[in-house]
């Protein structure tokens, strides 16, 4: 049938007008708010069910919406941003660039609506005046160099004097001219080895690697001893040349660099040392500080491997055994050589021939610091806390150790926020902590975790604490065993950046650790999945041990030779930690997961099978502990102690021995009444009892029944 002329014209205007509304739909598209392009969902692992743990199939329906919006928000480029702004200057711990970020993590907080807390405590702090070190025998060597800058990395150049120099936090001022001895790596053992060859520590200056043992012990270990002093340095062998490539070339530690970083004895008691047991709050009582029980009475001095080579190449005496031969000496291992350090052709003791001059000049004083705690208030159980954890100070830039966890920290904060704009509403109250003071005496989550005992040890489900989120790409989990369930869940369905496979896959398939973090965690290399027994060493510690919440640490791990030092800045995580910050969105996503899972679950016991063992008497100390259990590694992150007791619903016994650190720090203020709880008599422990305990093998595993879990005990060594 012909068409008619009305037909023609309404079929040429409607091929007129199509482009044009085409147009404006496009237009109005970008004009608007644009939908969430969520993720495509990653096949479920075959050994984790659909609904996780604490949900019922028909509560899940509503919550697995909320989790796959969550998933597609956090972005890595904000995230390298945040990273950019974080480590933007030093900032150490009570300084006013501290307080400035503290300000920044506070009205971020504020812009993603979190209603945010700005808390301020004044604790004991330590800052250096003058370090200066010389080998004085047999000939002259100037040693506690800077750590040199580096024509490709700006942010090497530090101005501060402070931030120039090495020192320990804590250590005692000294003036001092003794004899030099090798110890390997201090630990008490080695003492051991030294008796057997007849070498005493009495009035010497200890040589000692890092590695093996948080330096704290370390100190304590030589002051038992009777030694005069301890210098540390980081052997090529342990994170340098011996590894790898070195910085700027790759990821491991330079000959020239050195670790920082607190030389106190908080495996017994962490916090302020003037207010122990109680918060340091304007109004707080303080003990004197000759009565701080976790502070040294011997000085400590870092040194790098150049240093430590002017030594060594100078000691005499017998030749150190074997397997106490470092690094020093292998083609390289010293280059650049700008000082001219000599080569090492073997490590030996010393005969006391060696002297080294020490005059460290340290300021303890009572500072305040900040803590940054944001909100989402629960609207159904919102006296029930879900705790993220992170601290903010750092010894230099601190890129991986604290700020990429900081910088996953405003992300995740970002994300939540994200959610709330979308009308999401917890069950329960999420709380985000960022904490100061942490490289001290783990002493701002530690105030506040005394501050709010109470409501913690009543209310509190679980800490999520992530101290660094990433140094590299391979998933490690420390924690308790309960909620180690909820992680493997969370991590099946959040994706590995670098295969597009789950995180749990990748987890599951690795069967090397290469970080030297990982030497003191597990030795991952068996199937199907290892994670390391929860220790001490970061802020999870007042919330697992002082007030009994299940706790577990995560951390994306990798090569990182340049702990504590100023080469851990924004440069070395660009180009060898996280190049493009993927993984920094990655943990974004499993913690913010596992943050949204367990404010949200039915059953919340679900996903935690047991609580964590509530210290005895409700105080910290009431758990015995081992000394030296608050390993702090100087190994590019936190060690985790070898043995720590599981949780369980089965009363704490004492080991044998052992006195309950209760008896070195009460929770009361002086003057206070002792509770029922607190009194009866305790054995002090014997010498060198829990030393001997922390450096026995560890091969015990425990099998998480049906998880595919194996949870491995390191070895110390």
């Not at 926020?417 to 005496?441: C, H, M, N, Q």
């Amino acid at each position: 049938m012909p068409l008619t002329r009305t037909k023609l014209e309404f079929n040429k205007f409607r091929r007129f007008c199509q482009p044009i509304i085409l147009l404006l739909v496009m237009l109005a598209y970008c004009a608007g708010p644009r939908p969430i392009a969520r993720p495509r969902p990653l096949r479920a692992a075959r050994d984790q069910p659909e609904v996780p743990l604490g949900f019922s199939p028909a509560s899940y329906v509503a919550e697995k919406r909320w989790e796959e919006l969550y998933l597609a928000l956090p972005d890595a480029s904000r995230c390298g941003r945040f990273l950019r702004r974080l480590t933007a200057r030093p900032h150490l711990a009570g300084t006013p660039a501290d307080r400035r970020l503290a300000e920044f993590v506070y009205d971020e907080f504020k812009r993603d609506g979190l209603a945010p807390e700005l808390v301020e405590y004044r604790v004991l702090l330590s800052y250096p005046r003058r370090v200066e070190a010389e080998v004085v025998a047999p000939a002259r060597a100037k040693l506690a160099h800077s750590e040199p800058a580096l024509p490709r990395d700006k942010a090497t150049r530090v101005s501060d004097p402070m931030m120039q120099m090495p020192w320990n936090a804590y250590s005692p001022s000294a003036d001092m001219t003794a004899p030099v001895i090798y110890v390997n790596y201090g630990a008490e053992k080695d003492y051991e080895e030294l008796d057997k060859l007849g070498v005493s520590a009495k009035g010497k200056i200890v040589l000692a690697r890092n590695f093996h043992g948080y330096r704290g012990g370390k100190s304590l270990e030589a002051e038992k001893r009777g030694a005069a002093g301890v210098m540390v340095y980081s052997d090529p062998a342990d994170d340098g040349s011996g590894k790898g490539k070195t910085y700027p070339e790759g990821p491991w530690g330079p000959p020239g660099h050195f670790q920082r970083g607190a030389v106190v004895y908080d495996f017994l008691i962490p916090g302020d040392p003037l207010t122990p047991g109680w918060a340091s709050t304007d109004s707080a009582p303080r003990i004197p500080e000759t009565e701080a029980k976790i502070l040294p009475r011997i000085p400590m001095l870092p040194l790098s491997a150049w240093d430590a080579a002017e030594i060594i190449s100078r000691l005499a005496g017998p030749e150190a055994p074997k397997e106490w031969q470092g690094g020093l000496g292998a083609p390289g291992a010293l280059d650049p050589n700008p000082f001219a350090a000599p080569p090492v052709a073997a490590y030996r003791i010393g005969d006391g021939s060696t002297k080294v001059h020490l005059a460290i000049e340290m300021e303890n004083r009572v500072t305040p610091i900040w803590d940054v705690i944001g909100k989402i208030h629960g609207s159904e159980e919102p006296e029930k806390l879900v705790v993220l954890s992170n601290h903010r100070d750092a010894w230099v830039y601190g890129a991986v150790d604290p700020s990429s966890g900081t910088a996953t920290l405003l992300e995740t904060a970002r994300a939540l926020g994200g959610l709330l704009k979308r009308g999401f509403r917890p069950r329960r109250t999420i709380v985000l902590g960022s904490w100061d003071a942490e490289e001290y005496t783990l002493t701002g989550s530690t105030e506040w975790g005394e501050q709010f005992e109470q409501e913690l040890t009543k209310n509190a489900v679980v800490c999520l604490n992530v101290d660094a989120a990433t140094s590299g790409q391979d998933f490690s989990l420390s924690a308790i065993p309960p909620p180690a369930p909820a992680v493997a869940q969370a991590a099946a369905v959040v994706r590995d950046p670098a295969t597009g496979r789950s995180v749990y896959d990748r987890w599951r398939q690795r069967r090397k650790f290469e970080s030297v973090r990982s030497y003191a965690v597990a030795g991952a290399t068996n199937l199907p999945v290892t994670f390391g027994l929860l220790g001490g060493g970061s802020d999870y510690m007042v919330f697992l041990e002082h007030d009994g919440v299940p706790s577990l640490d995560m951390i994306f791990d990798g090569p990182y030779g340049v702990y504590h030092s100023v080469y851990d800045d924004y440069e070395w995580m660009e180009r060898f930690g996280d190049p493009g910050f993927a993984y920094h969105a990655a943990m974004s996503r499993l913690w913010g997961l596992l943050a949204v899972r367990f404010a949200d679950a039915d059953r919340p016991g679900r996903q935690i099978e047991q609580r964590a063992e509530r210290p005895v008497g409700g105080r910290r100390g009431g758990r015995p502990r081992l000394a030296g259990q608050n390993q702090r590694e100087p190994d590019g992150r936190r060690a985790r102690p070898a043995r720590r007791a599981r949780a369980s619903r089965t009363p704490v016994v004492p080991a044998p021995g052992l006195r309950p650190a209760a008896e070195l720090r009460s929770r009361d203020p002086p003057g206070a009444a002792r509770g029922p709880a607190q009194e009866g008599p305790r054995e002090r422990p014997r010498a060198g009892e829990a030393s001997r305990q922390r450096n026995r093998p560890r091969d015990s595993s425990h099998q998480g029944r049906g998880w595919g879990f194996e949870v491995r005990r390191a070895s110390r060594g």
